[in-house]
Each structure stands twice: as structure tokens, then as C-alpha cells.
């Protein structure tokens, strides 16, 4: 039976930072989205927010309509005992029972008055409604009209992007696999841990990419060497030196340019 083929520390090295480039390719992709998925959600909430608003806006008018029906029945109705109380006046056969039924008349007078009050202020109340009502309507046009025009951004650059970031993905899983789950759990840590999401990077002028902390020669010389996996001291990230870095990106390139 062949040996499995031992794989060198320089291969898993190479392997890691093709990974962080897959990986980085993904994150400038989902930059370029930016906030547009959760300004497209958010823009979607408020016009949800809206139309609920005028359901209940516009709910509220048929309940103030239904009470202003209600006063005028009501009116109607007082009329109607006014004008029979006023005949019973007629027949009366006492003055107790005079002044009794001009007590029923006045009261019903009083009815009529209040319920004129009321079917005023209702009416002032359909104004201000109907007026909030124009506003919200406002609002929600261009409200409607921002969501479009966002949803369609987001659409266009979906249509870019998206065969190129689910084949990227699907090539990090591919990858992942074929590097100890050791080192791949030390380097999702490590991406998950800084906010450029950089887990593995090159020499630069003695320094880690994107640290001002110099290297001593030494450790640089080791690093060179590809003998073993070394993290900076610093920010924990796995360093590889700058020749080989070049080398996978021209490689990575070319793999980019065919997705």
C-alpha cells in the first residue's frame, strides 16, 4: 500500500494563505454591498410601518364617522320627542304637568346641543386626521420610491457578484479540507478576532501587513525559511514572508480571473 505523502510545513503554509486571499476576495466582495442589505431591510420595515399607520388612520375615520351617524340619529331623535312633548303640552291638565313636559323639551334641548358640539369637534378631528393621513401618504411615496431605488442597487451588484461569491465560497470549503482542522481552527480564531479579518500575512518592510511592529531579524529569518508556523507576537496572526506571498497571489489571480 503507498504512503500518504507527508505534507510540508512550506505546503501548509502556502495552503493557508491561498485560503486567507479565497477569504479576503469574499470580504472586498460583501465591502462592496456594504450596508445596502440592511439599508433595503430597514427601508422595508418603515414602509410596512407605514401602511399599518394608514390602515389604522384611515380605520379611525370610519369609527369618528360612525359616531357622528350616531349624534345626528340621536338629534333626530330628540326632535322627534321635542315635537311630541310639545303637542302633550296642549292637553295638559295642570301646571305639574306643563312644567314637567318643558323639563323633558328642555333636556332634549340640551341633547341636541351637546350632540352639535360633538359632530363639531369630530369634524375638527377628520380634518387633523385627514391631514396626517396626507402626510403619511407623503411619506410613504417617498419612502416607496428610496426602497426601489436601493433594492435595485443591491439587485445589480447581487447580479455581479453573486456566481463569483458562492463559487469563492464553495473554493474555501475545498480548501479548509485540506489543511489539518487544527490549523484551520486556529485560523478562523484568529480572522474572527480582527477587523480586517486578516488571519495569515506577509513581511512588509520587517513589520507583520498592516503592523508597525518590527520583526527581529532572526524570527524574519525563520519565517523565510518555511520550516515552521510562526504568529506574530503581536496581533497572533500566522506570518509568511513576502517571496512566497507574491507567489500565491500571482496564483490566486489567475484562479480569480476564470471564476
Given at each position: ?29 460583501r ?11 430597514d ?35 330628540s ?12 292637553n ?31 369634524k ?11 402626510e403619511?401618504?407623503?411619506r ?8 426601489k ?74 519565517i ?15 506570518l ?20
Amino acid at each position: 500500500m503507498a504512503k500518504k505523502k507527508e505534507v510540508t510545513v512550506e505546503e501548509r503554509l502556502r495552503a493557508l494563505y491561498d485560503l486567507q486571499l479565497i477569504d479576503s476576495r469574499i470580504d472586498e466582495i460583501r465591502n462592496v454591498r456594504g450596508e445596502l442589505p440592511l439599508e433595503v431591510r430597514d427601508l422595508e420595515d418603515e414602509v410596512a410601518g407605514l401602511n399599518i399607520r394608514l390602515e389604522k388612520l384611515v380605520a379611525s375615520l370610519e369609527v369618528i364617522d360612525n359616531d357622528i351617524n350616531s349624534k345626528k340619529n340621536l338629534i333626530e331623535e330628540s326632535k322627534a320627542l321635542i315635537k311630541k312633548y310639545s303637542e302633550q303640552q296642549k292637553n295638559v291638565r295642570n301646571n305639574r304637568e306643563y312644567n314637567s313636559l318643558t323639563k323633558e323639551v328642555e333636556f332634549q334641548e340640551l341633547e341636541i346641543e351637546l350632540a352639535e358640539k360633538h359632530i363639531k369637534e369630530f369634524k375638527v378631528q377628520i380634518e387633523q386626521k385627514k391631514e396626517v393621513i396626507g402626510e403619511t401618504k407623503d411619506r410613504l411615496k417617498e419612502r416607496e420610491t428610496h426602497l426601489k431605488h436601493k433594492k435595485g442597487e443591491l439587485d445589480d451588484i447581487l447580479a455581479e457578484t453573486e456566481k463569483e461569491e458562492q463559487a469563492l465560497i464553495d473554493k474555501s470549503e475545498t480548501y479548509k479540507t485540506q489543511i489539518e482542522a487544527r490549523l484551520v481552527a486556529a485560523y478562523d480564531r484568529i480572522r474572527g478576532s480582527v477587523k480586517n479579518g486578516l488571519a495569515v500575512v506577509p513581511i512588509e518592510r520587517g513589520a507583520s501587513g498592516g503592523s508597525f511592529f518590527t520583526i527581529p531579524p532572526q524570527v524574519q529569518v525563520e519565517i523565510a525559511s518555511r520550516k515552521k508556523v510562526i504568529t506574530d507576537e503581536h496581533s497572533g496572526r500566522i506570518l509568511v514572508d513576502a517571496a512566497l506571498a507574491e507567489e500565491q497571489k500571482a496564483k490566486m489571480e489567475k484562479m480569480f480571473s476564470k471564476l
